[in-house]
């Protein structure tokens, strides 16, 4: 079955630097990557996906790559905000079957 | 309003008493699944469902039941709860065109 890897468990960074979040998933034939944000005491909830007919796909201030053929996937953030702090989820999806998540990362924007 | 709901948000339980955690979406959603949020573990699968009476195990089914017998609810089951169960528990539900995973608000259970 699909099983996908998340680094870093943790991330801190300075309010306006970037955040780089980076995940590896196992099934080749997974084709649907989305990224969930989850702020304290909350659900999850989507941010951004990216299907795998794409390679890089951008909202404001997040953007999302995709590497088919490694098989990883990224979550960019530019312009970090202290709103940004959370715990970010990748996941991963067979036409929409099972959606196996990765491990999650704390994210920390320091002001 | 587009929802998935869970109940109850908080329950305490004694070992061996079995429980029920219920789940209802009101989006016509094809997918549900259950998953449990442990501190360095993500979110891991319990079960999942595909349609009515339609379900499969995730990463961690052991010691839970699901059953489908509408498309709306979605039922989490704990014949026997030990306190390795301790967790807090989410229902999420999503479409076959647009997969948005819709979560439910979470419910902490506590296994004594």
């Known amino acids: 079955g699909e099983n996908v890897e998340q680094h870093p468990s943790t991330l801190s960074v300075q309010e306006g630097d970037s955040a780089v979040i980076k995940c590896t998933y196992s099934?080749?034939?997974?084709?649907?990557f989305p990224w969930y944000k989850q702020e304290l005491g909350k659900r999850p909830q989507l941010i951004i996906d990216i299907r795998s007919n794409v390679g890089e796909k951008k909202d404001q201030r997040i953007a999302v790559t995709l590497n088919k053929t490694a098989k990883h996937f990224s979550l960019h953030i530019t312009e970090t905000q202290p709103e940004d702090s959370a715990v970010y989820f990748c996941?991963?999806?067979?036409?929409?079957?099972?959606?196996?998540f990765g491990a999650g990362t704390i994210l920390r924007v320091k002001s | 309003e587009a929802q998935v709901t869970q109940n109850p948000r908080y329950l305490i339980t004694v070992t061996g008493k079995k429980l029920t955690v219920t789940c209802s979406q009101n989006?016509?959603?094809?997918?549900m699944s259950w998953y449990r949020q442990d501190p360095g573990l993500g979110l891991r699968q319990i079960y999942y469902?595909?349609?009515?009476?339609?379900?499969d195990k995730g990463d961690v089914p052991e010691g839970y039941k699901v059953s489908r017998k509408e498309k709306r609810n979605f039922p989490l089951i704990l014949e026997s709860p030990s306190p390795n169960q301790t967790s807090l528990y989410f229902c999420a539900s999503w479409g076959q065109g647009r997969i948005e995973a819709f979560f439910g608000q979470g419910t902490r259970l506590t296994v004594v």
């Open positions: 469902s595909m349609n009515v009476e339609v379900t």
């Open positions: 099934d080749s034939a997974s084709n649907y």
């Open positions: 989006m016509n959603h094809e997918y």
């Open positions: 996941a991963a999806s067979l036409y929409g079957n099972k959606l196996v």
